[in-house]
């Protein structure tokens, strides 16, 4: 069984469990949207807005090092850039250079 899974939507944790050969009681989502609250396996959480400033460096020295921006194939950049601004890890700075946010 896989130690964790990264999903989208829907939020299901019995039924993603299930699909996973997992007992549903052992599945547990920590997910900040409060809509989830009361539903099964779902743990409602503080939004998280930001690393600190050393953990923010280390990972992005980590992705320049094993995920340069250069090795991303142009239909995952465009889909990346059309997040909302606050869910974005890749923008565009001043001069239109792609960088990890």
Same mark, same amino acid.
């Given at each position: 069984?896989?130690?964790?899974?990264?999903?989208?939507?829907?939020?299901?944790?019995?039924?993603?469990? %299930?699909?996973? %050969?997992?007992?549903?009681?052992?599945?547990h989502l920590w997910d900040?949207?409060?809509?989830?609250?009361?539903?099964? %396996?779902?743990?409602?959480?503080?939004?998280?807005?930001r690393l600190a400033p050393?953990?923010?460096?280390?990972?992005?020295?980590?992705?320049?090092?094993?995920?340069?921006?250069?090795?991303?194939?142009?239909?995952?950049?465009?889909?990346?850039?059309?997040?909302?601004?606050?869910?974005?890890?890749?923008?565009?700075?001043?001069? %239109?250079?792609?960088?990890?946010?």
């Amino acid at each position: 069984h896989p130690d964790a899974v990264v999903t989208a939507t829907p939020k299901d944790v019995p039924r993603t469990a %299930g699909r996973l %050969g997992c007992p549903a009681a052992r599945a547990h989502l920590w997910d900040d949207n409060a809509q989830l609250r009361g539903r099964p %396996g779902a743990l409602v959480v503080p939004p998280f807005t930001r690393l600190a400033p050393a953990q923010r460096a280390r990972l992005l020295a980590f992705l320049q090092e094993r995920l340069p921006l250069a090795s991303l194939p142009p239909e995952l950049v465009e889909f990346m850039l059309e997040a909302r601004p606050q869910a974005r890890s890749l923008a565009r700075g001043p001069a %239109g250079e792609l960088e990890y946010r």
